[in-house]
């Protein structure tokens, strides 16, 4: 049983396989929180110790005591202005001036599936719920704690919903999606930051007395911040020891405060960001906040990210390609930008089907007057110069060669030199009497207002069904500014940014019930917009406009704590690199674009026919690995050189290794793998070094699981600039 109430002790039990999370009503009514951790049959209810710290103060209900103050309890979902003066969880004010919550226990509700949120995306599939509901006297606000528990996954969802049961409006000022209180032990933070090409560099370290914020206010979850935060242990490594983990499903401004305060305690609160937040309730309204995964484990990084790449392919994206075989696509960005025409992209598409590419992509450059990113974002038809004949007949031209077709579109933005910005200024997000900021010359569409998401879903509905399209890459190339919709009144215009948010959604749930066929890829800039909200639409993000292998290294590492490999767009560039202007060897960028979905981003007729060849066989490697690239279990065997997939049923394992510092005289590379059968025996099935070295060993040597992991495997010495290494081991 998932879920249990102890009616006696009004003790709450979430079970999943391998945790247990505990909470307890407290004497009047408050809701504690008890436990968080390794499962058990213990009751954790000794632990909400009464203590009289100075100046924590006291419940009018509890002033006997003086030990029990909200200011020390761990809680589940924190209150604001009654005593608890670390971060809340909800903040708000009703018209009549009364502020701040006290929040009791009502009621709690248990059901055999899995909530949902309306117009936000949310795990699915087979869970329990509990409903705990909360009331706060004074401003008539009821708080539901939303519980999904994923028993076989290790995951609990939470999400909450706020009611207006009073009589006055409410404006919510802060709603959080979920509060952690840890009362006990030294926590440290993994967070993952950065900036557009240097996207979720992943940081450790000790908390600060105080708060620390991962937080966005750009109207995206952003390249700076992603809505993912761990807190481990200090001598918590890859394969051992306790983490938590938190994911937003969130594509907008959120904030993760994590306090470590005065009783030496820790409270992490996520949700959306309340920078410049105010949501209006009036009477009996509901708002609801997006959702949180949470997972636990005494079992290292590795296995807590694990559980996240497999819940989000199975509970989170929503797409039939999440578990299927992909086609390997050839973008035409990097090949052309945007100086494209029909007879190029034709000669580009012939190249990229000699290769043995199977989905050819149109990016920037299609529509409008689009010769520039100065102009015609918003005008969705074919630019006239480049395609004559119109966009279909190329798109057919392309199908014929026996590709599939995708086409890049942006369609949140619209530049001031537009027919869609001459036609409808107001569409655009700008401040009234205030010059808008501009990014890449664009301004953001109103994505808060019916008619502007209404329009956009005719207008790519209509660009879908009239063309032969397999693929879409979907892009958001700046974030927001001057934040204020001409379709909303005055008290509402705090609630504009997480409208924009729902109305991405809102058109992504049409256009993806309507195009199921269709595989949508997300991008913003790259990896700007990387989250659980955009994987349930889109099963793979394009995880950076970054495509240098070596930078792609650390960028690929760090999403990977959170996110499956099958979701990060990851494609073998020119070298040297557009970005960078490093050199690599094509193995090497091979290498590192198949811990992704495999692609080209590159124009085939630069390419020599030896590398023609190898490009090639780059393609029938992909095909053989995609099952298991897919599917396997991702193991970081460094802090991003080497990584390796090992399929469900460990039979096959993937090592994959790039040397990053090639030195004189060098040491050997000496890898221990992760995750065989101890007890089997393993052969190298074959080994590719790009041409450069060879194996150590001989091919009929055999190795038992134990011996790979414990002792380890020497790799040859590798030389050059970069040289990568792929190892394939299969059990006999
Ligand atoms: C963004 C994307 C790129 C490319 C350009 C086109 O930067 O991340 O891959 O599509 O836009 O303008």
Redesign the pocket.
Known sequence: MGICYDSDKQIFSLTTRDTLYQMQLGPVGHLLHLYYGPKTDCCFDYLQLDRDCGFSPNPYDHQEGRGWSLDTKAQEYSSQHAGDYRVCSLSLETDAGLSGTDLRYVNYKVFNHKYEISGMPSAFGKAQSLSITLADAATGVEVELLYGVFEKENVITRAVRVKNAGTSVVTIEKAASACLDLPFGGWQLLHFHGRHTMERAMERRSLMNGIQTVSSTRGASSHQHNPFVILCQPETTEDFGECYGMMLVYSGNHRTDIELDQSGSVRAVMGIHDDGFRWTLNPGEVFETPEVLMTFTDKGLTSLSQTYHKFIQHHICRSRFALERRPVLLNS?EAAYMDISEGKLLSIAKGAKDLGVELFVI??GWFGQRDD?FRSLGDWFPNKKKFPGGLTPTLQKIRDLGLKVGL?VEPEMVNEDSGLYRAHPDWALTVPGRNPTMSRSQLVLDMSRADVVDWLYETLSTLLRENPIDYI?W?M?RNLADVYSRALPAARQGEVSHRFVLGYYDLMERLTREFPDVLFEG?A??GGRFDAGVLAYSPQI?CS?NTDPIARLTIQHGTSFGYPIACMGSHVSASPNHQTGRSTPLHTRSTVAMAGTFGYELDPAALTEEEKETVRAQIARFHELQDLIREGDYYRLSDGSAWELVSEDKKEALLSFVLVDPTSNPKPNHIRLKGLVPEARYRVAWADFGGKASLPHEESRTFTGTALMRGGYTLPILFGDYPAVQILFKQI
């Open positions: 960005w990016d920037d990113d890049w890459k892009d190339n991008c800039g790259g394009w406009d």
